[in-house]
């Protein structure tokens, strides 16, 4: 078991650090991949969907990717210096959880990501930078910010079918 938990571990570590050293320009193509498919998600659940709960406990939908959104701001924030459009608020606790207004806070969060990178350079990418008490690269936060909305983007699969809707076929390219 412990063998496993080692090499599960250094998988994680391997496949982080090589998504942290891909280009600006490699990086700007996957996130504008990602928002396409995350608009998929956002096309796919019925309005009345939005704020529907697996369970009493967990987020709604739209609580769901407007936590997404609010971890891109505060990534790509972490990683360029650049101030989230957001500031302080929190999307998640602030915007309607319509469906009209969560996709547009969640596709204004892929926009402020994707023009964010632009504006770096390669070398930005390998200057260092912290978020969450971690210090890294700022492509390694970047890498995090796509983790985490990948993550969180994968967990509304379960709501769409829950809802009786087919998840949109998966995007890796």
Do not use: N
Not at 98 to 116: C, H, L, P, Q, R
Not at 131 to 151: C, D, I, S, V
């Amino acid at each position: 078991m412990k063998k496993l938990s080692f090499l599960i571990a250094l998988l994680t570590v391997t496949c982080t650090s090589v998504f942290a050293q891909i280009t600006r320009e490699q990086s700007v193509a996957e996130w504008k991949r990602a928002k396409a498919y995350t608009k998929t998600y956002l096309d796919a659940m019925p309005a009345d969907g939005y704020a529907f709960k697996a369970t009493p406990e967990v987020r709604s939908f739209a609580a769901q990717m407007l936590h997404l959104t609010d971890a891109t701001y505060y990534f790509l924030s972490s990683a360029s210096g650049k101030p989230s459009p957001l500031g302080k608020v929190s999307a998640e606790k602030t915007v309607a959880q319509t469906k009209e207004a969560t996709a547009k806070a969640v596709m204004d969060s892929y926009d402020f990501a994707i023009s964010t990178i632009e504006d770096m350079t390669d070398a930005d990418m390998q200057q260092p930078a912290s978020a969450e008490g971690m210090k890294a690269t700022k492509g390694l936060l970047l890498a995090k910010a796509f983790e985490h909305q990948t993550h969180h983007r994968g967990q509304t699969t379960v709501y769409l079918r829950l809802k009786g809707v087919t998840p949109p076929p998966e995007m890796l390219f």
